[in-house]
């Protein structure tokens, strides 16, 4: 069956399983980021996401809507986690949250519309552009990839792709030097390291993915 709404259960599950990913993935992000930072992006986001697991336990779906939902998570981002990654995807959340206008459902371009809102807000932030080696790298050709294909059928395919496009953004922050963030300062010696941002950034994505079914 082609789903064709996004609705609040789905989100929600969604989120949920962004909680569970980041306990999984906090030493192998941690590691990414003692390599080109100061070792600390999976601890800051399993603070932030333990955060947003205790919110939702009190969540009804019923009476919230997708706006309240990722206002929610984009709160406890802001408020609990230092570093850039906090604000960034503090904002991302928030964005999201905005553009989509208080729907207990939303369509597929509109959850596009709610992804882009969500980058640009990241964009608009940290000012980083393509190739700065920053989590941009995977999520801005994932932004244009989903825009172009926004009102394709096959949802499922379209955010599989849009996947692939990211964890290949995320690859190409391999052999670059930095431009934002903490590895700015290292210079030639950030090459041959991955972005930890750019990691967590597809596999939070992946988590949308997983969660059609
Ligand atoms: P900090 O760098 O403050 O320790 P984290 O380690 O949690 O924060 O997050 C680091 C990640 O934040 C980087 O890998 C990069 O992807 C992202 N980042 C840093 N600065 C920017 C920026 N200006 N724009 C976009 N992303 C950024
Ligand atoms: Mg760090």
């Known amino acids: 069956m082609i789903m064709t709404t996004f609705d609040i ?15 999984v993935e906090r030493d192998y992000l941690t590691s990414l980021d003692s390599s080109i930072g100061d070792g600390d992006h999976g601890i800051n986001l399993s603070i932030g996401f333990r955060d947003v697991s205790k919110q ?11 706006s309240t939902l990722f206002k929610k998570v984009g709160m406890s981002l802001l408020g609990k986690v230092g570093g850039a ?5 503090g904002s991302f959340f928030l964005k999201m949250g905005v ?3 208080n729907k207990q459902a939303v369509s597929f371009a509109e959850f596009v519309e709610m992804y882009r809102a969500g980058v640009t807000a990241v964009q608009n932030r940290g000012k980083a552009e393509l190739g700065d080696k920053t989590m941009i790298d995977a999520m801005l050709p994932a932004m244009d ?12 395919a379209i ?20 431009k934002k963030g903490r590895a700015l300062r290292l210079g ?5 390291h991955r972005d930890p941002g750019a990691e967590s950034s597809w596999k939070l994505f992946e988590c949308f993915v997983k969660k059609l079914g």
């Open 188 to 192: 030639e010696r950030a090459i041959g």
């Open 145 to 156: 990839y989903l825009t172009q294909h926004q009102e394709a059928d096959d949802v499922a």
């Open 85 to 89: 990654s906090g604000p960034l995807y």
């Open 9 to 23: 259960g789905y989100f929600k599950a969604v989120i949920e399983e962004m909680a569970a990913m980041i306990e």
């Open 56 to 66: 939702l336990e009190q969540f009804d779906t019923a009476a919230e809507n997708i």
């Open 99 to 101: 553009a989509a206008q």
């Open 159 to 178: 955010m599989q792709e849009a996947l692939v496009v990211m964890k290949q953004g995320a690859e190409s922050t391999d052999n670059i030097v930095a």
